[in-house]
Structures are given as C-alpha cells and as structure tokens.
C-alpha cells in the first residue's frame, strides 16, 4: 500500500479541507498519516481511518514557531517513508519540497489562500519578502498545485503561469444524528440566533462591527462560535458595551458539535474586509457550512461569496461596515419572514450541488497519477 504524508501547521482537530483530503486519499488506496502540531488547548481528534501525529512544540508563535515546527518537519519527513508527500499552504511547504528532492517522493502543494497576502504579513516587509522568497524558488518547480477558487488560481497563473486545480472548501454530505434543542445547547427559545463562525476570527474579518451592530438590534443574540486573534477584543467591546446579553462565546468545536450550532442560527456572517489581497478573493469555510446547514448568509461584498449569494439567491451582502448600517439590514432580514423562506427554499438546491460528493471528483482527477 502506498503512504501518503499530509503535512498541516494546525493542531488536526478543526481542518476539514485536509481531512476530507485524507479520508479521500484512503479512498484510492493510500495508508495516510497527517501531521502538525499540538497545543496545551488542542481538542482530543476522534477516529479517523488515517493516522495523525502532532508536534509538541517549544514555541506557538512568531518566527520561532514556524523555524522550530519546520525543522522538525523536515526530520520527521526525512526518517517516515513516504509515496507522495502533500504540503498545505506554504509554511509547510519547504520542508516537503526539500525532501522530495532528497527522497525523488512526488509532491502535491494544496494553497488554502493567497499566502504572502495574508493580513499577518501586511504589515511586516521583512517577513513577507521571506515567505515570497520561499514560494518563488519552490513554485515554478511544482507540477501539481491545488487551490480553493478560480480567483486565486488566476492569481498564481497570472504571477508563474501555472495552471491550478481548484478544490473548493465543501463540506461532507454526512448524517448528523440527533440535533439538539436549544436548550440543550443552552441558546435562548424565544429569540432570533445569528451565528458568526470560524477557526480564524481575526483582525479586518468584520466582527468586531458585528458586535458593535448587536447594540441596535433586538430580540436576537450573537453566537460567535470557533477561535482567533480578535476574540479578546471582542470580548472586551461586550463588556465596555454591556452586550453581554446579546453576545455569546463558544470556543471552537469539532465539524459536528459545530453543526449543532449552525443549525440554529437564522442568519449566518461572513463579513471579511476587501483589505488585503487574500480577504479580497476568500471563499470561507464557514460559507459552504451556513449553506451545508440550510440557513440564509449576509456577507460582505467579496466577488467569490457574492457570486455564490447572487447565483443561489441564499442572501445578501452589506455596502460597508457601518455597525448600524449592518444592524439595519439584520433587522430588516430578521423581520422579513417571507424573504427567509425564500431564501431557505433555494439553500436546499445550493446544498444539493455545492455538495463534497460532487466536488470531489475533481481532487480525485488531482490524485490519480500518483494511484
């Protein structure tokens, strides 16, 4: 049997794009192990029908942490035997490159976003002319590079005339069991729910207006559901804003605990800034999830998401980040029942094409020459 190795920088337990990666890897044929790292807060990963090793590190974050995790990649890589060697996003990708040029083990670089256009690196040139540097001298070489949208793949061809295989962020048409109610989930009945959700709730991804908007809209509550930079600011506009009422915290959970939530949620948030290059031509997660979940999205005004709303009719978009002009358009939503209908009507279509079943055919033609 053929080993594939699936190298992440995260912790394993929240990445659905490379388990569904790694379940579909097993599917053709390959004995998988993935790999990261592990944090003193990392959720426990259930069974899976591949193998997972993660990291301790001495260091979380800063240049140290990714020094650190991709030296011990490197190693890890080195002493593992591997058929096929699979680099997510391009701070694990040195490693992996370096090492298929040892070993002669192909190589799949799988881009979650425009790396060196990531917010982070914005505003540090140092940091970001490393990064450039490092996919500069790897990228060219790549034969077969995977990435989450026709945006993004047209940047990178623009930029090294690569053609990409586009694999968006999905979910899995999978039986969830027996939903909670809301009181098992300890959400108020008697109010609307709008859930903000994601592994990566940070700076410029509009929730801080969001919360800002809960002061001007009544009879609902916030439920901010996943983890990131911006939380403990967050948290500290709740308390200057005494909108402790009307704003919840979750942390982040497992794709099925998170399902719970999302399912009873009226409304779902996606308010990513066009600040940066990489928030400009973002597809999240977490829209495919509101659809998966069957309930109606209001978004910022990025051309991935906005195609989607305006070709399945699933939604709106806001004009700006105003906290009132948001709040107006939540209540004006939230009380217009035939409008959700409608939209509720049409999300059962978009769950019924923008399906992993349907989506996956083409990462399946992305593997098979390694078959």
Known sequence: MKKAIISVINDLATDQRVDRTANTLVELGFEVLMV???????????????????????????????AEY??????????????LLIANDLDTLLPNFLIHKIKKSPIV???????TGVPELEHSKFKKKIWRKIEKCIFPKLKVIITVNRSI???????????LIVVRNIPLTKTIGK????????????????????????????AEEAVMAMEFIENAILCIVGSGDVIPVLKSIVKNTNLSSKVLFIPKQTSDILYQYTSKADLGLTFDKDTNINYRYSLPNKLFDYIYAGIPILSSKLVEIQSIIEQYQIGETIDNHQPIHIAN????????????????????????????????KLLIKAYEPFI
């Open 36 to 66: 990261g790292k592990k944090l003193k807060n990392s959720l426990p990963i259930i069974e899976k029908p591949y193998k997972t090793k993660r990291m301790l590190l001495l260091f979380n974050k800063g240049p140290l942490f990714y």
């Open 70 to 83: 991709n030296i011990r990649l490197f190693f890890f890589l080195l002493f593992h035997k591997s058929n």
């Open 109 to 115: 670089y799988d881009s979650h976003e425009y790396f």
């Open 153 to 163: 793949a047209d940047l990178y061809k623009k930029e090294y005339g690569k053609q």
């Open 179 to 206: 939903l909670k109610t809301k009181i098992e989930l300890s959400l108020p009945e008697d109010k609307h729910l709008i859930i903000l959700q994601g592994a990566g709730i940070n700076i410029d991804r509009g």
């Open 329 to 360: 358009k939540i209540n004006e939503i939230l009380n217009n029942q035939n409008k959700l209908e409608y939209w509720k009507k049409n999300l059962i279509i978009a769950k019924k094409e923008l399906c992993w079943e349907n989506e996956k």
